[in-house]
């Protein structure tokens, strides 16, 4: 059954600093993987998706890697700012199809 | 349509009352998925329709649960006789079949009071 674990749960940075949110999951044999971000309240909004056979996958400040050897990926961001204060999610889709989803990192950026 | 749509995107309902919880997939998705998400908690899978194929119910918390999928298109998820923890936002998602990566919908917010 594959698990999914995101470190840290919790994160808080000053401005400006560039950081890595780990996700880290136990069954290598994923279709993909994708990050998401949830603001309080709202909807997700998908960020990266990363296929099985690629490495990494980047869009503007995001970069986003992925090791399946290791069960590992991570999420990079450059130049962190305020609105980029959410809860970020990673989530592996295996061969059932089904996205099982991580807890969570909640990312605060103070100004 | 553009994205996926979600309806009612809030609901307030009584104890004991039935409600009926509508998503509109991406066209041509054929895979519609389904998750809850109480209060602080993490995402919760319910039921995942995909194609023509028998869908996978192994998340639905109780038989008071139901959900529909008319072939590709709009599904209906039930809650019969509502009880106060079924209030969470529920949200649906749609992909293509192979791992084409999801798309989620705002969600549903349930307050059962």
């Known amino acids: 059954k594959q698990e999914v674990t995101q470190i840290p749960a919790a994160l808080s940075v000053p401005e400006g600093e560039n950081l890595v949110l780990n996700c880290s999951f136990t069954?290598?044999?994923?279709?993909?993987l994708q990050w998401f971000r949830q603001d309080p309240g709202k909807g997700l909004t998908s960020l990266l998706l990363?296929?099985?056979?690629?490495r990494e996958q980047t869009s503007g400040r995001l970069n986003a890697s992925l090791d399946k050897s290791s069960g590992r990926s991570t999420l990079y961001i450059a130049a962190s700012q305020p609105g980029d204060s959410a809860t970020y999610l990673c989530?592996?889709?295996?061969?059932?199809?089904?996205?099982?989803f991580g807890k969570g990192t909640k990312l605060t950026v103070n100004p | 349509g553009a994205g996926v749509s979600q309806s009612p995107s809030n609901k307030v309902t009584e104890k004991g009352k039935d409600v009926e919880l509508r998503c509109d997939p991406i066209?041509?998705?054929?895979?519609l998925y389904w998750y809850r998400q109480r209060l602080g908690q993490g995402l919760e899978f319910l039921i995942y329709?995909?194609?023509?194929?028998?869908?996978?119910k192994s998340g639905l918390p109780s038989d008071r649960f139901s959900a529909e999928r008319t072939g590709e298109s709009v599904s209906t998820l039930t809650i019969q006789r509502t009880q106060q923890e079924d209030s969470a936002v529920y949200l649906c998602?749609?992909?293509?079949?192979?791992?084409?990566?999801?798309?989620f919908g705002s969600g549903t917010r349930l307050t059962v009071v």
């Open positions: 998602a749609s992909s293509l079949a192979g791992g084409g990566g999801y798309t």
């Open positions: 069954d290598s044999a994923i279709y993909n």
């Open positions: 990363i296929q099985s056979s690629q």
């Open positions: 989530a592996a889709q295996g061969g059932s199809e089904k996205l099982v």
């Open positions: 066209s041509g998705h054929t895979a």
């Open positions: 329709f995909q194609g023509n194929s028998a869908p996978d």
